[in-house]
């Protein structure tokens, strides 16, 4: 069941480390993963996505890694900036259907 | 091309009043997604709408909530006698009509902060 008034988990990095965050989904049979960014006050910003037929997915200065087996997915942050802060969000759905199923999020903190 | 766009930004209500919340979806956009978002949580879906179609509304709430998306003009929630229960950020996502089952990326507004006192 879901926990509510429960602080979000943190990481704490220095400027420069590299970040991992990491993610647990529910539904076997989704597809389909999108990690989102939210900046205090705003909505969710789209960082990087990546389908059930692929296990890493590379973009700028972000690494998404799926593992079916475990029902499990983390997004690698490579040299991290203060402008990382945020908390980050992981997605899923599947073919077919159109709607997002969020988790409950990660806070990542860059100090400098 | 403009964002997402929701208004108002902050809306105040005291309990029993009514809250309507507007999303304008991107331009070429038809499909518009309404989630609702607890205090250090994650957004939950509450209804998917088309033009003039609500599509999935599984996680709307029975009573008291309702949304459309009209021919002309912006996608609206509305919440009608509120309850301090309510108070939550709103977030409208639109995104182009799919194709082939795929799924096509989902892009959020700012949010609407509602506070019912």
């Known amino acids: 069941g879901e926990s509510v008034g429960l602080h979000l988990p943190t990481l704490s990095v220095q400027e420069g480390d590299n970040s991992i965050i990491n993610c647990a989904y529910s539904?076997?049979?989704?597809?389909?993963f999108i990690w989102y960014k939210q900046e205090s006050g705003k909505g969710p910003q789209f960082i990087i996505d990546?389908?059930?037929?692929?296990d890493k997915r590379q973009g700028q200065r972000v690494t998404v890694l799926l593992n079916k087996t475990v029902k499990h997915l983390s997004l690698q942050i490579a040299a991290t900036q203060p402008g990382d802060s945020a908390v980050y969000f992981c997605a899923e759905t599947y073919s077919g259907y159109s709607t997002l199923t969020f988790g409950k999020g990660t806070m990542l903190l860059v100090s400098p | 091309n403009a964002g997402v766009m929701q208004n108002p930004r902050h809306l105040v209500r005291r309990r029993g009043q009514e809250a309507r919340l507007r999303c304008s979806p991107m331009k070429g956009h038809s499909h518009v997604y309404w989630y609702r978002q607890l205090p250090e949580e994650g957004l939950k879906f509450m209804v998917y709408l088309q033009k003039e179609n609500i599509i999935d509304e599984s996680g709307m709430p029975k009573e008291r909530f309702s949304a459309e998306f009209p021919k002309e003009g912006p996608s609206i929630l509305r919440i009608q006698q509120v309850v301090r229960g309510d108070s939550a950020a709103y977030f409208c996502a639109s995104s182009p009509p799919a194709w082939d089952g795929h799924y096509n990326e989902q892009f959020f507004g700012p949010g609407t902060r509602l506070t019912v006192l």
């Open positions: 990546i389908r059930s037929n692929m």
């Open positions: 539904n076997s049979a989704s597809d389909y």
